[in-house]
């Protein structure tokens, strides 16, 4: 499959009317122009989430058919609301002395997306991004047959089990304790909340807090899997070998270019418009390092092709980088020898695996 990327890249917005005008008090708020659409998108999920929210809760006007709408509403956003955090996580949005404001996202918006308050950006930000896919990340996808459905449902199971548990003693360990903190206020004060919304209306409660709550987190850990599902063995470290790239798809243009995880990974700051930039910089780096790069699919694809084992589905995705014009059987057969369980000692320290063996 040859490459011309269509992602999108920054372009300033030549808006006018009311748009225009909330352009320019937004950009006063706002750290880098370029996250405008995040300001955007913050105040559609206020006026549309909040309200219907609200509603369900009111005395004597929840009916269980308006469970549909509400969820509807709240998975067209999800993907959108879900990477405005990641971006958010990984840079603050509002300026200095709009500080406060940054909370609005992870402590208000959130929760009404399965989100509990501080804990995706100590997962992600503060765990996830140090430990880079290897056995200390939690959410590693390294011992795992990564085609395997039984093997997903055993991740997604630890994860919901002992997901929090775990977290709270990585930070202990690694005498991370403000990142221990933050965990804590934001699960327990989540908990809190949910619990007296549920002695207030368990029907609403239900639907505004429970589905959300399991749904999403089953999301980010398949997408995760995706991400992180074609692992060479014998280079685990490298983000080029233990990640993929995603590109050219609607899910990239909704959600902010999330397609492109291995750039993400080789430096976890780059904005989201800079993203196919940086990639079609380096496609020669991408192809010397044996980068997985598929286009037209998202990490969701992914999972659900691995899941049905559809590597023919696949390899027909994969973008070749270099020219070398490998048959689609070779490529399947690339594809399945990177989704097997890596060895113990795979991306351990030359002396850890000598002793390992």
């Not at 709240?74 to 996580?89: E, Q, R």
């Not at 399947?332 to 695996?353: D, N």
Request: charged fraction near 20%; charge should be positive.
């Amino acid at each position: 499959m040859d490459l011309v990327v269509t992602d999108p890249t920054y372009a300033p917005a030549d808006r006018t009317g009311l748009g225009g005008l909330f352009d320019r008090i937004a950009g006063q708020l706002v750290n880098d122009p370029r996250d405008l659409p995040f300001a955007r998108l913050l105040v559609i999920l206020t006026a549309l989430v909040l309200p219907s929210a609200a509603y369900l809760f009111w005395p004597g006007h929840f009916r269980w058919w308006l469970a549909a709408p509400y969820l509807a509403l709240l998975l067209f956003f999800l993907g959108p609301f879900i990477l405005m955090l990641h971006n958010t996580s990984h840079g603050r949005l509002f300026r200095r002395r709009f500080r406060w404001m940054n909370a609005y996202i992870p402590w208000v918006l959130g929760p009404f997306f399965g989100e509990t308050p501080e804990t995706y950006f100590a997962h992600h930000v503060g765990m996830h991004h140090p430990e880079n896919n290897l056995r200390g990340d939690l959410s590693s996808t390294m011992p795992y047959q990564r085609d395997s459905l039984f093997d997903f449902l055993k991740y997604v199971t630890r994860f919901f089990v002992f997901g929090l548990f775990e977290l709270v003693a990585h930070f202990a360990k690694r005498k991370r304790f403000a990142l221990l903190r933050r965990t804590l206020a934001g699960e327990l004060t989540y908990y809190a909340v949910a619990a007296a919304l549920f002695a207030l209306d368990w029907h609403a409660a239900v639907v505004v807090v429970a589905i959300p709550f399991f749904f999403t987190r089953f999301m980010m850990m398949a997408g995760n899997w995706g991400q992180h599902a074609f692992i060479d063995p014998d280079a685990p470290d490298n983000s080029y070998r233990n990640s993929i790239t995603c590109i050219n798809s609607a899910y990239n243009r909704r959600c902010f270019n999330d397609g492109y995880h291995i750039g993400h990974h080789l430096k976890q700051t780059r904005h989201w418009t800079d993203m196919p930039v940086e990639f079609s910089a380096n496609r020669a780096t991408y192809a010397r390092e044996g980068a997985i790069v598929l286009a037209g699919i998202d990490f969701f694809g992914v999972w659900v092709l691995l899941m049905l084992k559809r590597y023919d589905l696949l390899a027909k995705r994969v973008v070749d980088l270099d020219g070398s014009g490998r048959s689609l059987a070779e490529i399947e057969a690339m594809l399945r020898s990177r989704t097997k369980v890596c060895p113990a000692s795979a991306g351990a320290p030359a002396s850890a695996a000598s002793a390992a063996s």
